[in-house]
């Protein structure tokens, strides 16, 4: 028999919380998320902890029962052909091994992905043109253990509001960097995640001085609606407590290796990367070029937003709250 089943993502996770909690039935919910009411059931009969269902704690139970299930995928060519027409969509490895488990329940580590690439270009192939850091090995390792995520005084994503999940209002942001060929420049990109408003600014380095002083000029004029920011655990984030002090906002940082807490950065960086290629050097490139990207960016209508534009929504916000 065909399977019917579908997984539920993390976003359909965070409506189960957030109208459970206001009190609407398991039949209600299924229809919100156009899933099967026993959908709902089985989720909540699963995933509910001692102080009642949370969507990060059911989408980190889910996890480690897919991680526990499911036994290592072998390389086959099946499986190539597919890591390799998402290396060439500009996924990370990381990205692939996270979509390969919770998409098709197959678990294939990131570190086999990258031994795949190296193998590759020692082949004289060019996977490895499409990654963020190329020639490099990701994650460089002292002592056998990985150094991401050792931010001084970094606030788990953990801590995090239940309001900026929500997307209840304006003003969380979402921050991360876009590398330029052989680390000459980059981009650093911060987008609000109800009107997707994105702003952008080049950057000759990723060092957290550069970063730092960029996203503050970004976001200093708007700092009455700029509440919290989440970032991934690069180092060029090192300075982050400054930046919180600048803007009165605070800052987050999501796990190691799950950029899929940050999706709408990620999927904005791609759209950039239409007017940046992967091999463009951000140093060369003109800060009108920049800004005319972004402007294209927010002023293209999105389906997510209704066919609204993030400029016309961001507008409209900042004008109720100037009345």
């Known amino acids: 028999m065909k399977k019917t089943y579908q997984q539920l993502t993390y976003e359909q996770r965070c409506q189960i919380s957030i109208l459970k909690k206001s009190g609407f039935s398991?039949?209600?919910i299924a229809a919100a998320i156009e899933v099967n009411q026993?959908?709902?059931s089985r989720e909540l009969a699963r995933n509910t902890g001692s102080r009642g269902y949370r969507h990060r704690q059911a989408q980190r139970k889910t996890e480690r029962r897919r991680a526990d299930a499911v036994s290592a995928t072998k390389m086959t060519m099946e499986a190539i052909e597919l890591i390799e027409s998402k290396l060439r969509l500009e996924w990370s490895p990381e990205q692939i091994s996270g979509w390969l488990?919770?998409?098709?329940e197959q678990l294939i580590s990131h570190e086999s992905i990258y031994l795949h690439v190296w193998a590759d270009k020692q082949a004289g192939g060019d996977l490895y043109r499409h990654l963020r850091?190329?020639?490099k090995r990701y994650d460089k390792r002292r002592n056998g253990k990985s150094t991401r995520g050792h931010i001084k005084n970094r606030v788990s994503i953990d801590d995090r509001p239940q309001v900026v999940d929500e997307k209840s209002r304006v003003g969380?942001?979402?921050i991360d960097t876009v590398i330029g060929k052989g680390h000459r420049g980059a981009l650093v990109t911060v987008v609000e995640r109800v009107t997707k408003y994105t702003l952008s600014a080049q950057v000759n380095s990723k060092s957290a001085a550069d970063v730092t002083q960029a996203t503050i000029r970004l976001l200093r004029p708007i700092k009455d609606i700029v509440h919290t920011i989440t970032a991934d655990n690069g180092k060029e984030f090192s300075y982050h407590e400054k930046i919180a002090k600048a803007l009165s906002a605070d800052i987050y940082f999501a796990h190691p290796y799950s950029s899929?807490?940050?999706?709408?950065?990620?999927?904005?960086n791609g759209l950039l990367r239409q007017y940046f290629?992967?091999?463009t050097d951000l140093k060369a490139i003109k800060a009108i070029d920049v800004r005319q990207a972004?402007?294209?960016l927010n002023t293209r209508p999105r389906k997510g937003l209704g066919f609204k534009t993030p400029e016309k929504l961001m507008n409209i916000h900042r004008a109720a709250k100037a009345a």
């Open 101 to 104: 488990l919770i998409e098709q």
């Open 277 to 279: 290629p992967k091999g």
């Open 133 to 135: 850091r190329q020639g």
């Open 294 to 296: 972004v402007e294209r």
């Open 26 to 28: 398991q039949r209600s």
């Open 38 to 40: 026993s959908t709902v």
């Open 172 to 174: 969380d942001w979402e």
């Open 260 to 268: 899929w807490e940050r999706g709408l950065n990620e999927n904005t």
